[in-house]
């Protein structure tokens, strides 16, 4: 069965970094594209960032806002992915979300992100 499992959320404050992980069970990352999600209080779900191909051909992707602030990476000896995020500002709250796997893709449950004086 294959699962995902997100963790490093936490409280932080305006300007504060926080690493986030996506762990894969039952399946090689480096196979499938890696997406992170986020979906803010009263919001719909959005895209953040993807990392698609294998290690030597990677391509990363990052929606406008996050620009030069995350960075994704992944590491295929902990079937992992990270989502590194910097200067984080309140309209970063929101739960993360990944995305990953065989068609269809498996979601995990998420993990909060607070950004709070």
């Known amino acids: 069965q294959v699962k995902v499992v997100e963790s490093g959320g936490s409280v932080v404050q305006p300007g504060g970094s926080l690493r986030l992980s996506c762990a894969a069970s039952n399946f090689l990352v480096e196979y499938f594209a890696v997406g992170w999600f986020r979906q803010a209080p009263g919001k719909e779900r959005e895209p953040v960032s993807c990392?698609?191909?294998?290690?030597?051909?990677?391509?990363?992707y990052y929606t406008d806002s996050v620009k030069g602030r995350f960075t994704i990476s992944r590491d295929n000896a902990k079937n992992t992915v990270a989502l590194q995020m910097s200067s984080l500002g309140l309209d970063d709250t929101a739960v993360y979300y990944c995305a990953t796997g065989p068609v269809p893709a498996s979601w995990g449950q998420g993990t909060q992100v607070i950004v709070s004086p």
């Open positions: 990392i698609i191909g294998r290690t030597g051909d990677t391509e990363t």
